[in-house]
């Protein structure tokens, strides 16, 4: 694990090449408030974040710290009060509702606590889902049967939600987000409900498939003993964003 030196700071000076720049997240001074008068929250505050394909990123932090602000800002679920938000070159933060979704849909993938997979789908079929929605960043879509071995899951294809285990369902909801290629991996908290072995196996999957296909990841954890697994960590208190 290495902290990050050269990320943090403005979104056009920082991190490598400027074409890896757009290619990945670039963040700058970003603010998100919610509320009126004395009643404002200020979720984010001034957060700058570069991420390039193929990095792997932490935010760590206190509950209520902004971290899922973050996230939703990243991803184009939330719009900031100000700074802007570039995905694969383009900036969610100036987008209308249906360009964000569009974009969302084609360069971001989600990968959530439980994996959040769909109760009446086999694993197979909940990696088909998100490609019939419209195009894929690359044009074409990664195979869900190679995927699902790739993250170990080839012999359990036809399984659903209930028939796996917790660390399962994870690799399924990891390779889920892959399909469509995305250019930005967005994950919150993949470890909370897993022992240290499946954690490690978890997080170890999620390095590989960062770097293996270049995708830009940001994670979210409270789980410091998964955080040597990642190139940068940041500390993200009462909205601000800082290296670890």
């Known amino acids: 694990m290495s902290t990050h030196t050269d990320n943090l700071g403005s979104a056009a000076g920082a991190g490598g090449p400027a074409g890896r720049q757009r290619d990945g997240l670039v963040m700058g001074d ?3 408030r919610f509320g009126d008068g004395e009643d404002t929250v200020l979720a984010l505050d001034g957060v700058s974040l570069t991420v390039a394909p193929g990095e792997f990123v932490a935010v760590v932090g206190p ?5 899922s602000s973050l996230l939703a ?3 184009g679920l939330s719009v900031p009060t100000s700074g802007s938000v570039r995905v694969a070159g383009r900036d ?11 974009l969302r849909r084609e360069t971001v993938g989600f990968v959530f606590q439980s994996g959040n997979l769909l109760p009446a789908l086999t694993a197979v079929d909940q990696l088909r889902l998100p490609t019939r929605f419209g195009p894929v960043t690359n044009g074409t879509a ?7 071995a790739e993250v170990g899951m080839a012999g359990k294809a036809n399984r659903r939600p209930h028939q796996l285990s917790g660390g399962e369902r994870q690799r399924v909801g990891i390779a889920r987000a892959l399909v469509t290629n995305p250019r930005l991996l967005l ?12 954690s490690h196996e978890v997080v170890e999957l999620l390095a590989r498939e960062t770097r293996e296909h270049g995708v830009a990841t940001v994670m979210v954890t409270h789980d410091q003993d998964v955080l ?8 993200m208190i009462d909205g601000k964003l800082t290296p670890a």
């Open 142 to 148: 990664r195979d869900p049967l190679t995927l699902l």
């Open 92 to 102: 969610m933060a100036v987008a209308n509702r249906r360009a964000r979704t569009t």
């Open 228 to 235: 040597r697994h990642c190139d940068t960590v940041y500390e």
């Open 30 to 32: 970003v603010c998100l």
């Open 187 to 198: 994950v919150d908290e993949p470890t909370a409900a897993l022992d240290r072995v499946r």
């Open 63 to 67: 509950s209520g710290a902004g971290k």
């Open 73 to 75: 800002v990243a991803g």
